[in-house]
């Protein structure tokens, strides 16, 4: 069992998503004792926003003029090696709180390295990635609609490289039960 475990709110401790990140990881080592977990923390150890000549490189279709230096091989292979990190796991769980009506920065930089380098011919092997999408702001009832979306873009995103099995767990949902407990 291969867990990946992605986090990317700048709140450190005080983050919901990323205690309910936690508690959805040490439910999953409990039930899958010695699974491999991959930590990615976003905003301690942000990526770089994707430039032109990184995006012409990562989707290939680079153009030979422009010059390959060593610090965009180095963004081309931490790209490739991130997808290959999804690809190899068998669950992700991703912190994915509302900033500002829109995902943090550093998870939208995430995104934008893992879907120009999807091959549609791997459909078939994201097709059985689980993924749990933690989401959290905007708990008001007037911003109830808000959050729809923002979910729903995020599910679109991971539907466009062939997901099929994704789950939507709300923060408030996971504070509501530990309040209860």
Not at 79 to 107: C, K
């Amino acid at each position: 069992m291969n867990i990946l475990h992605i986090d990317s709110c700048v709140r450190g401790d005080q983050s919901r998503s990323r205690q309910h990140t936690a508690a959805t990881v040490a439910e999953l080592i409990a039930a899958h004792p010695g699974a491999h977990i991959i930590y990615r923390d976003l905003a301690a150890a942000p990526l770089s926003h994707v430039s032109g000549p990184l995006l012409q490189a990562m989707s290939r279709q680079w153009n030979a003029a422009i010059p390959m230096h060593p610090d965009l091989r180095a963004e081309v292979l931490l790209s490739a090696a991130l997808l290959q990190e999804f690809i190899e796991a068998d669950i992700v769980v991703v912190g994915a709180p509302m900033h500002n009506y829109f995902a943090p920065s550093s998870l939208k930089v995430w995104l934008d390295r893992l879907l120009p380098l999807h091959d549609p011919s791997e459909n078939d092997c994201m097709a059985e990635i689980q993924v749990v999408l933690v989401t959290s702001g905007a708990d008001d009832p007037a911003s109830a609609t808000l959050m729809r979306h923002y979910e729903e873009q995020l599910q679109a995103a991971f539907a466009s490289i062939g997901v099929r099995q994704l789950q939507i767990a709300r923060s408030s949902d996971f504070a509501a039960q530990a309040d209860r407990a």
